[in-house]
């Protein structure tokens, strides 16, 4: 009798696999077609059992059961917050696979340790067998409490989905909710009945398919998919035209007689007349498709409508028939993204404009300021200008080269930022600023705290630009344009590549102003007098590394200053006092 119970239960549930089988349809959920191929499994476990004539034979049959079983649990929860629209994140899904596996793997050890089962014996009674006397391990109690946590999450999502989801019929929940309270009673309820050797679960198991076989069909009718193709063909807002392989034409919906008004007279499993600006479009479209499968987009106009094409191949199953073309209506989008195109062309013009007025009114300012802490020293007329310009001529030889891996950006704000690299003079007390003659020490000394004034100066200035790199830039030319290169310069003491690079830049066009300068206490240097002091100081004064880069721009320097010499004192040739007043 327990034998043919088992076997009951196991022809019927192939039996309902097999119809599971017969009616599939690719929409239906991956979890319930598991659920139909676990539950034999799980069932003839229970029947081998049955059949075991000892402990050895009934502990592998065991095994076959905890298989079925284990997963099977798994696959009801996923399948169940899958209908119930729950989206489970992969991360989870390992996390729930992971702990079934290690469960399953715990009930492969039967027999061998006592992770799952500490000790088990083997009766047999009638020609039915089972196993008895379990004494269960703590793997066990993880596949009692992981089974319940599933029960528990099932149930939640069931609850949930009654309660705030609207787009989750109530009748399939309904369908749900009872196999699994089946279920919960087998599993934890009453696990015998008549006699120790016959379990429920496999009843449950059973019960279970009926269920989601009526789940599925029930689900089939909110599946618009299926439910609501035959519609969308003949009535939708997407025009269909289908063609086989040989170009004969199969077939449209009303839609697609509305943009293509020629196919009307087309005469199904016939090529498209010829001449016609269908046929024209249709077969450029299949030459550049078969050329290219990725060359599928098209884009048609009629009238004053503009319709996307998509052509893709006709299948019949899995097997291709031919080829299938969407159209869909673009013109409301073609038309707002022409009007937002053309809004974001004006406002990035407009934009543009008025960053370079911003941008303008910036640099003018700071021209602006260097002009008038210039003016306050009645020695150094034009310098903010003409080491700008000195700068420039620099860069221009370090870009032919680019040895020193320097950007164009970096470049552009060197030279927007030497106007700025005195600012700090303002700072200077108008006697010792203004003095005709050489300074005393002590007057040295407060000449040269206008490098780190200047830097408080321009920090101040600049701060909260989203230039970030002007800023540092600017910064560090009015702080650091003093230092030396062997360390005995102004006013950090900063040695070699500790100064930054625009510094070093800076110091070289500022001294050479200095010394080919007219000033009111001296007259101006000769060039080749300047280009020894210069060359003398690579290495010492400047970074030896701007060397050549110097030598290459020494002609363009000399061509420059050579044109300021007819300039009236004042505009014209400048300098520092630092290297030309001597204390």
């Known amino acids: 009798m327990?034998?043919?119970?088992?076997?009951i239960l196991f022809v019927l549930s192939i039996l309902l696999t097999l119809l599971y089988m017969m009616t599939w349809h690719k929409h239906f959920d991956v979890h319930v077609t598991l659920i139909f191929t676990m539950v034999p499994i799980a069932i003839l476990?229970?029947?081998?059992?049955?059949?075991?004539?000892?402990l050895t034979e009934a502990i592998l049959a065991n095994k076959i059961t905890y298989f079925g079983g284990t997963f099977l649990m798994l696959m009801i929860t996923l399948a169940i917050l899958q209908l119930c629209d729950f989206r489970v994140p992969r991360w989870l899904r390992f996390i729930m696979f992971a702990a079934s596996t290690l469960t399953y793997f715990g009930a492969l050890t039967v027999g061998r340790n006592e992770w799952f089962y500490k000790s088990v014996d083997f009766a047999n009674e009638n020609g039915a067998g089972w196993l008895t006397e379990k004494h269960y391990g703590p793997l066990h109690a993880f596949f009692v409490g992981l089974v319940l946590a599933y029960f528990a999450i099932s149930f939640a999502a069931m609850i949930y989905s009654a309660i705030r989801k609207k787009n989750v019929p109530n009748k399939v929940i309904l369908l749900m909710f009872i196999p699994e309270m089946v279920a919960v009673v087998a599993f934890y309820g009453v696990r015998t009945v008549v006699t120790p050797q016959v379990e429920l679960l496999?009843?449950?198991?059973?019960?279970?398919q009926i269920m989601y076989l009526i789940i599925i069909h029930q689900v089939c009718l909110y599946d618009i998919t299926d439910t609501g193709i035959d519609t969308m063909v003949q009535n939708g807002d997407k025009g269909f035209v289908s063609f086989d392989f040989k170009r004969r034409y199969l077939g449209c919906n009303e839609t697609a007689l509305d943009i293509f008004p020629e196919l009307a007279d087309a005469k199904v499993d016939k090529v498209l007349p010829t001449n016609t600006v269908v046929s024209e479009q249709v077969n450029r479209w299949l030459d550049t498709f078969e050329n290219d499968n990725t060359q599928n987009s098209?884009?048609?106009h009629y009238g004053d409508n503009s319709y996307m094409v998509t052509l893709t191949h006709?299948?019949?199953?899995?097997?291709k028939g031919g080829y299938q073309f969407f159209l869909s209506d673009d013109t409301k989008r073609q038309k707002y993204i022409e009007l937002i195109n053309d809004f974001n062309f004006?406002?990035?013009?407009?934009?543009?404009?008025?960053?370079?007025?911003?941008?303008?009114?910036?640099?003018?300012?700071?021209?602006?300021?260097?002009?008038?802490?210039?003016?306050?020293?009645?020695?150094?007329?034009?310098?903010?200008?003409?080491?700008?310009?000195?700068?420039?001529?620099?860069?221009?030889?370090i870009r032919k080269d680019n040895t020193l891996n320097i950007s164009e950006d970096f470049i552009r704000n060197v030279i927007k930022a030497a106007p700025m690299h005195d600012l700090g003079k303002i700072a200077v007390d108008d006697v010792i600023l203004r003095k005709p003659g050489r300074f005393e020490p002590w007057e040295f000394e407060k000449m040269k705290a206008h490098a780190k004034e200047g830097a408080h100066i321009v920090h101040a200035i600049l701060e909260g630009t989203d230039d970030v790199e002007f800023h540092e830039i600017a910064e560090n030319v009015?702080?650091?344009?003093?230092?030396?290169?062997?360390?005995?310069?102004?006013?950090?003491?900063?040695?070699?590549?500790?100064?930054?690079?625009?510094?070093?830049?800076?110091?070289?066009?500022?001294?050479?102003?200095?010394?080919?300068s007219k000033r009111v206490y001296k007259d101006s240097m000769p060039f080749d007098k300047a280009d020894s002091i210069i060359m003398e100081g690579m290495g010492t004064q400047f970074d030896p590394a701007l060397k050549r880069f110097y030598e290459a721009a020494r002609p363009r320097l000399e061509a420059y200053y050579s044109e300021q010499e007819a300039v009236p004192d004042g505009s014209g040739l400048s300098g520092d006092n630092s290297m030309c007043k001597k204390h």
């Not at 327990?2 to 076997?7: G, K, M």
């Not at 006709?314 to 097997?319: E, Q, T, V």
């Not at 030396?484 to 066009?509: H, N, V």
């Open 298 to 300: 098209f884009r048609y």
């Open 202 to 208: 496999p009843v449950a198991y059973v019960f279970a």
């Open 314 to 319: 006709l299948y019949d199953g899995k097997r």
């Open 2 to 7: 327990v034998i043919a119970y088992y076997q």
């Open 45 to 54: 476990g229970n029947l081998m059992t049955a059949g075991a004539s000892n």
């Open 346 to 397: 004006r406002l990035k013009e407009q934009v543009a404009e008025k960053t370079q007025h911003i941008v303008e009114m910036h640099e003018k300012l700071i021209m602006g300021m260097a002009t008038m802490v210039e003016s306050r020293d009645n020695s150094t007329g034009g310098h903010i200008r003409r080491t700008s310009e000195g700068v420039r001529i620099l860069t221009d030889e």
């Open 478 to 516: 009015a702080h650091y344009h003093h230092e030396r290169w062997d360390g005995s310069g102004y006013p950090e003491g900063l040695k070699g590549e500790e100064i930054p690079l625009e510094a070093r830049i800076m110091a070289i066009a500022d001294v050479y102003d200095a010394l080919v």
